[in-house]
């Protein structure tokens, strides 16, 4: 199961089918992001497609020495601008696919403008999800609750874009839900009605032990979206953030235009592929390496690599290692800029902290820590806000609790009353992680009375493929959990996904979103922080 391969296959196939010649690629805001994540642009040039635009776009020319691929979502808009598209088309054919289940009315609305038949083909390829790595994909929601049930809309678009990935990976999978969240059940009973409704796509082949379709709430695990991960895919989420894969470096100190927007894909950036699972040291130590590797061909000129610093002096000393190793040059910036950040933020202290309010139970050295933590200028309110959440988390009902004087101290440091009573309302129940519960589940121990199947079938054998859903975001945390599952468990396969992929910047915007709070952000929450 490779959600990544599978959307990539859609848009390989898409680009085939309109045969050769020059070709433009139509697409929504959407499916650009699903698009952009698994193909760089260079990479469709090379197959014929010399123009990408929106189909919402109002000052296209007319190219009718161009073919058009449309891949859009099945939205009542998108099928719309597509009617007056076809009512005045600017290119010669159209190719056009969904990225989901389309309507027959639609079809034949479609059909019907279609006067001048230049319409060669409609079809469904279902990549209606943004496909993060191989096991891990995201819908890019945020928001999705408000207290404990669905946000208006968003259990339409959750239920579409899960059904979706069960789709592109053929997999028609048995449905266990969270029994604590009724927005997990209703979840599940959604995508059941459509999996029964529309049996017929599923093209799977059926297996003696069928798929499971494990659908969590991110109330089960509070604590984790909080804690500073150390592996470099996690910290430059935390950090910098990740768009669809793309860093905004345009504010670091001294940036080069070149490197104002960097794209970090582990399909075409073999470092990164080798590394984004490898922890903060290990990473500096490989790029050294690879320097150091370089510097071995230029007699003249060597110079010790003994920090992050040395490494970014030489790149910029070296105009023709740059040209050369671009790749490397912009890993060393990325490295760099996360470096500066964990000294002045002081994250190896906080984070030290943090790992000590979720796996000890040392009330007294940790209610020290956090106060001191708060004290200093240094931690940003963002930190501050975090270690004040996970403190109440572990020790809120604890008989000595001095979660009333943090509250306090984070007054002092001026940190909005918004953020305050976040730390009140966020959820305090706090279950196994995703990493406990899905090794009970491939052991064939996970409780069906907190884990019920919907409808009267159970399975009996340990499950083989499973797809993994939580409402209210995953983390690269928990996509590192399941690689390493993954890679443990011969014959399993699993998928994770999310409503969204959260750092805590967006774990903090989706509790006050759940909570009825404004969406404004703390100040010094970090200058790259942004959703996924």
């Keep these: 199961?490779?959600?990544?391969?599978?959307?990539?296959?859609?848009?390989?196939?898409?680009?085939?089918?309109?045969?050769?010649?020059?070709?433009?690629?139509?697409?929504?805001?959407?499916?650009?992001?699903?698009?952009?994540?698994?193909?760089?642009q260079s990479e469709i040039l090379q197959k014929e497609v010399y123009l990408f635009e929106r189909i919402?776009?109002?000052?296209?020319?007319?190219?009718?020495?161009?073919?058009?691929?449309?891949?859009?979502?099945p939205t009542k808009e998108n099928v719309e601008q597509l009617i007056q598209e076809l009512r005045r088309p600017k290119y010669s054919v159209y190719f056009i696919y969904f990225s989901n289940v389309i309507s027959k009315s639609e079809i034949k609305a479609l059909a019907e403008a279609d006067e001048q038949e230049v319409v060669a083909e409609v079809q469904e390829f279902y990549g209606d999800f943004i496909a993060?790595?191989?096991?891990?994909?995201?819908?890019?929601?945020?928001?999705?609750?408000?207290?404990?049930?669905?946000?208006?809309?968003?259990?339409?678009?959750?239920?579409?874009?899960?059904?979706?990935?069960?789709?592109?990976?053929?997999?028609?999978?048995?449905?266990?839900?969270?029994?604590?969240?009724?927005?997990?059940?209703?979840?599940?009973?959604?995508?059941?009605?459509?999996?029964?409704?529309?049996?017929e796509l599923f093209d799977f082949r059926k297996t003696e032990v069928p798929p499971v379709l494990l659908i969590l709430d991110r109330s089960d695990d509070a604590i984790t979206p909080l804690l500073n991960q150390w592996t470099y895919q996690a910290m430059v989420h935390e950090l910098l953030g990740l768009n669809n894969n793309?860093?905004?470096?345009?504010?670091?100190?001294?940036?080069?235009?070149?490197?104002?927007?960097?794209?970090?894909?582990?399909?075409?950036?073999?470092?990164?592929?080798?590394?984004?699972?490898?922890?903060?040291?290990?990473?500096?130590?490989?790029?050294?390496?690879?320097?150091?590797?370089?510097?071995?061909?230029?007699?003249?000129?060597?110079?010790?690599?003994e920090s992050i610093s040395d490494m970014k002096a030489f790149v910029e000393n070296y105009p023709q290692f740059k040209k050369m190793s671009g790749t490397v040059s912009k890993h060393v910036t990325v490295v760099g800029e996360l470096s500066r950040l964990v000294s002045e933020r002081r994250l190896m202290e906080v984070s030290e902290v943090e790992q000590e309010l979720a796996c000890q139970n040392d009330h007294s050295s940790a209610q020290q820590k956090v106060r001191r933590l708060?004290?200093?200028?240094?931690?940003?309110?963002?930190?501050?806000?975090?270690?004040?959440?996970?403190?109440?988390?572990?020790?809120?009902?604890?008989?000595?609790?001095?979660?009333?004087?943090?509250?306090?101290?984070?007054?002092?440091?001026?940190?909005?009353?918004?953020?305050?009573?976040?730390?009140?309302?966020?959820?305090?129940?706090?279950?196994?992680?995703?990493?406990?519960?899905?090794?009970?589940?491939?052991?064939?121990?996970?409780?069906?009375?907190?884990?019920?199947?919907?409808?009267?079938?159970?399975?009996?054998?340990?499950?083989?493929?499973?797809?993994?859903?939580?409402?209210?975001?995953?983390?690269?945390?928990?996509?590192?959990?399941?690689?390493?599952?993954?890679?443990?468990?011969?014959?399993?396969?699993?998928?994770?996904g999310g409503s969204s992929i959260h750092n805590t910047n967006s774990f903090l915007e989706e509790v006050m979103s759940a909570t009825g709070h404004s969406s404004d952000r703390p100040a010094g929450t970090g200058r790259h922080s942004n959703r996924n």
């Design 1 to 40: 199961m490779n959600v990544t391969l599978a959307v990539k296959q859609y848009v390989t196939k898409m680009i085939e089918n309109s045969g050769p010649g020059m070709k433009v690629l139509l697409m929504d805001r959407e499916t650009t992001s699903i698009v952009s994540v698994v193909y760089t």
């Design 56 to 73: 919402d776009s109002k000052n296209r020319d007319n190219m009718k020495h161009l073919k058009a691929i449309c891949f859009l979502r």
């Design 132 to 199: 993060v790595n191989p096991h891990l994909f995201s819908l890019n929601l945020q928001g999705v609750a408000r207290g404990r049930s669905w946000e208006s809309s968003m259990l339409s678009r959750c239920t579409h874009g899960l059904t979706s990935v069960l789709l592109a990976l053929k997999k028609c999978p048995m449905i266990r839900y969270q029994l604590s969240s009724d927005m997990a059940k209703r979840l599940g009973e959604s995508v059941k009605q459509i999996i029964t409704k529309e049996y």
């Design 246 to 305: 793309r860093i905004d470096l345009s504010r670091v100190p001294g940036i080069s235009k070149d490197l104002r927007e960097v794209v970090l894909s582990a399909d075409n950036d073999e470092f990164y592929a080798n590394n984004l699972y490898l922890n903060f040291g290990e990473i500096g130590t490989n790029i050294k390496n690879l320097m150091e590797d370089f510097q071995k061909k230029k007699p003249k000129g060597q110079q010790k690599l």
């Design 374 to 496: 708060l004290q200093n200028p240094r931690v940003t309110e963002l930190d501050a806000v975090r270690l004040v959440m996970l403190y109440a988390l572990r020790y809120e009902r604890h008989s000595s609790s001095i979660l009333p004087a943090l509250m306090d101290e984070l007054s002092k440091r001026g940190v909005s009353e918004r953020h305050r009573r976040g730390v009140e309302n966020v959820y305090t129940q706090h279950q196994p992680l995703l990493n406990d519960t899905l090794d009970q589940l491939i052991k064939g121990r996970l409780k069906d009375s907190q884990f019920p199947y919907l409808g009267a079938s159970s399975l009996r054998d340990r499950p083989q493929d499973i797809i993994v859903f939580i409402i209210g975001g995953a983390t690269f945390e928990e996509a590192l959990s399941v690689y390493n599952l993954n890679r443990s468990s011969p014959g399993v396969r699993i998928v994770l």
